[in-house]
T-cell receptor
Framework: DAGVTQSPTHLIKTRGQQVTLRCSPKSGHDTVSWYQQALGQGPQFIFQ???????QRGNFPDRFSGHQFPNYSSELNVNALLLGDSALYLC???????????????FGQGTRLTVV | RKEVEQDPGPFNVPEGATVAFNCTYSNSASQSFFWYRQDCRKEPKLLMSVYSSGNEDGRFTAQLNRASQYISLLIRDSKLSDSATYLC????????????FGTGTRLLVSP
């Protein structure tokens, strides 16, 4: 079991550019959540995808968008990059079908995005 | 006010010491509670879930006080390998797995 995998691991982009980050969930998981972790801060919830739809969103602008594919993998897209978007972007997968309130969320190793 | 508040530290302790971290949360609808560990430049990993009855896993003990909206983590006999950031995490009662993280408390264990 490969666990949660994210790509790329590191990325450098220029202000105004667009970026796409990818996540493959742990085998058997059907839900993917994305988090942004700025330096010295805890991860902040961006949004969650389940059954190929966004079903929850945190306080992030519309520049942040995503997608989930039929195989449960997911992409995070950020448009018009700002310097403040520099952060570690974490993907977490879990199994959410049915009422499983205490299932563990597994995190990928993250993508470190630097905007210059 | 942040939804989950922690002292950022760092806590500098010698090997063998006992150290305690505290965390408060503001949303009374919080359903589940966790401590995650995050090593430098790595992803968070679940350390333990936290229950009202308290729970222990080896040298680690977690406690939850729902009335005070307070969570604690106690580490006994600290090891060098315990050096990390400890994240207090709550899951809101939305039916979905939305985790709300504190800023983390950094622990440095020295020889």
């Amino acid at each position: 079991d490969a666990g949660v995998t994210q790509s790329p691991t590191h990325l450098i982009k220029t202000r105004g550019q667009q970026v796409t980050l990818r996540c493959s969930p742990k085998s058997g998981h059907d839900t993917v959540s994305w988090y942004q972790q700025a330096l010295g801060q805890g991860p902040q919830f961006i949004f969650q995808y389940y059954e190929e739809e966004e079903r929850q969103r945190g306080n992030f602008p519309d520049r942040f968008s995503g997608h989930q594919f039929p195989n449960y993998s997911s992409e995070l897209n950020v448009n018009a990059l700002l310097l403040g978007d520099s952060a570690l972007y974490l993907c977490a997968s879990s199994f959410e079908t049915g009422l499983k309130m205490n299932t563990e969320a597994f995190f990928g190793q993250g993508t470190r995005l630097t905007v210059v | 006010r942040k939804e989950v508040e922690q002292d950022p530290g760092p806590f500098n302790v010698p090997e063998g010491a006992t150290v305690a971290f505290n965390c408060t949360y503001s949303n009374s609808a919080s359903q589940s509670f966790f401590w995650y560990r995050q090593d430098c430049r790595k992803e968070p990993k679940l350390l333990m879930s936290v229950y009202s009855s308290g729970n222990e896993d080896g040298r680690f003990t977690a406690q939850l006080n729902r009335a005070s909206q307070y969570i604690s983590l106690l580490i006994r006999d600290s090891k060098l390998s315990d050096s990390a950031t400890y994240l207090c995490v709550v899951k809101l009662n939305t039916g979905f797995q939305k985790l709300v993280f504190g800023t983390g408390t950094r622990l440095l264990v020295s020889p």
